[in-house]
């Protein structure tokens, strides 16, 4: 029986082994807690940026309707200028056609 004894782990040894798996288990669930907080301040920043960028394409949509609005109202000058001159050609193209005719 003496041999069953020396071969068993003695309590002491039993709870060193505990205590040695619960530091590994502590250690790693800081590990995991400390990565968990990094990605919480990495979404918390990526959140703002992302707000950012929301007020800036917000603004940029505005600035985009202002100057579409802009050019829009610039062709529209240009065709009824551009009719216009239309209308001063075909004028003239007749005036000329009536002088022409006496002529000969």
Do not use: C, W, Y
């Not at 959140?47 to 949509?61: C, G, P, Q, T, Y």
Request: glycine fraction near 2%.
């Amino acid at each position: 029986m003496s041999d069953d004894i020396t071969t068993k782990p003695t309590i002491e040894t039993v709870l060193e082994r505990i205590n040695k798996l619960g530091e590994n288990l502590i250690a790693r669930f800081d590990s995991v807690e400390s990565r968990l907080t990094a990605l919480e301040s990495e979404a918390a920043a990526t959140r703002v940026d992302v707000d950012a960028i929301k007020s800036e394409m917000s603004a940029l949509r505005t600035d985009m309707q202002k100057g579409f609005r802009h050019v829009e109202r610039k062709v529209d000058i240009l065709g009824k200028e551009l009719l216009e001159m239309r209308a001063e050609v075909r004028e003239l193209e007749e005036r000329v056609e009536q002088i022409e005719s006496k002529v000969s």
